[in-house]
């Protein structure tokens, strides 16, 4: 098996800049990163390479982030991107709606730079 010489690949989707930004302030210089600004970004992205995970906000506009994770679940190719949701609203329905949309994870905003982090580094190594 040939070693990994790329650091892996990140979409961060989130319309808010500064947001973007602190995702990678937070998970930090081993990782490539790519951005969109709403679902239609991320799906371009997507057509164009393959990341080894997404953090995916919920709030987009246009189409919501859980509808984009609907739709990227049901791509084969697609299928086992991990996905970090996002979101500032926390109950546990908004979480356990993410989780069943097909997230692998899920973030509240604020969030703790380390959770992120953790959250993303062991999503990547599973």
Do not use: H
Not at 11 to 26: F, G, Q, Y
Not at 50 to 70: R, T
Not at 76 to 103: C, E, F, H, M, Y
């Amino acid at each position: 098996m040939a070693a990994r010489t790329l650091r892996p690949l990140i979409l961060i989707c989130d319309d808010e800049l500064p947001l973007r930004e602190l995702v990678k302030a937070v998970l930090g210089d081993g990782y490539r990163y790519v951005e969109a600004e709403d679902v239609n970004q991320a799906q371009k992205v997507l057509k164009e390479s393959k990341p080894e995970a997404i953090v995916l906000d919920v709030m987009l506009p246009g189409k919501s982030g859980l509808e984009f994770l609907s739709e990227l679940r049901a791509k084969r190719r697609n299928k086992a991107i991990p996905v970090v949701v996002v979101s500032a609203w926390q109950s546990a329905d908004d979480q356990r709606t993410a989780l069943n949309a097909g997230a692998d994870a899920f973030v509240g905003k604020p969030f703790d730079p380390k959770d992120l982090a953790s959250v993303v580094e062991s999503l990547i190594a599973a």
